[in-house]
């Protein structure tokens, strides 16, 4: 189904709920974040957009609309933690063999020192390579001299 299509059919449902708990004379969707109503031609304008649980970047699949505002108060607070969390999982799933391809960057911390790093691993073989243009270890302007 067309997201255009998806969000026709979230806006109806949406609609239709919010008749059973409320007597109103529009039909209106009411953002399930902030409580604010929007009518249909919100759709066309993009106020009401598709909110994806868990977020789209992990695979997530659209679960209702949003109002444009909440849905980018998610983005930069929620989604953001989750997408987070995923790629640490990932990143631990590829270092312990359950997982043969992964491609990320990853902190060691070494004795107090913070290594960046970036981790690959294609078909099983696992790659670690500092990252030097951020932290060559071999540079003395990243050397702590105590
Ligand atoms: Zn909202």
Redesign the pocket.
Known sequence: MKNSDLKRTFFKKGAAALRNLIEIDQECYC?P??K?LYHYDDLDSGELTLEHAPPEQVGGKPLAL??K??NSTAGYSVDFAVVQRQRLIDFTDAVIGQKRNFKGRANFLIGGETLNINFEKEEGRPSIKPVTKINDPRSSRHMKIT
């Open positions: 953002c974040i902030c604010r949003t109002c505002e909440c």
